[in-house]
Nanobody, 127 residues
Framework: QVQLVESGGGLVQAGGSLKLSCAASGRTFSRYAMGWFRQAPGKEREFVAVTTWSGGSAYYAYYVDSVKGRFTISRDSAKNTVYLQMNSLKPEDTAIYYC?????????????????WGQGTQVTVSS
């Protein structure tokens, strides 16, 4: 059974940092695109970042413009884990953050391209 479990969320002041983790189990995800999405109250789930496999041990990373330069997505294939390092956090980053896996490795920004989802972890940034 495929399972994605996020952790690392919490309450932080504006300007602070958090590191989210997504532990995958049930299969090897090294050739999957792994993405992070977020959903704020009353809003649709939106793309944040994705890491796609580009062959061998190489991966590409893509970000939504609003987090470029502040967030970094990375992965540890040996641990089947994906991370999202979030720095210089802003109140508008407050949301539930979800990890997702795309077996086609397309690296897309639509939620419909992803096959597996975690349960989410709450990130709250106070002003």
């Amino acid at each position: 059974q495929v399972q994605l479990v996020e952790s690392g969320g919490g309450l932080v002041q504006a300007g602070g940092s958090l590191k989210l983790s997504c532990a995958a189990s049930g299969r090897t995800f090294s050739r999957y695109a792994m993405g992070w999405f977020r959903q704020a109250p009353g809003k649709e789930r939106e793309f944040v970042a994705v890491t796609t496999w580009s062959g061998g041990s190489a991966y590409y990373a893509y970000y939504v413009d609003s987090v470029k330069g502040r967030f970094t997505i990375s992965r540890d294939s040996a641990k089947n884990t994906v991370y999202l390092q979030m720095n210089s956090l802003k109140p508008e980053d407050t949301a539930i953050y979800y990890c997702a896996a795309d077996r086609d490795n397309s690296g897309g920004r639509s939620i419909h391209e992803y096959d597996y989802w975690g349960q989410g972890t709450q990130v709250t940034v106070s002003s």
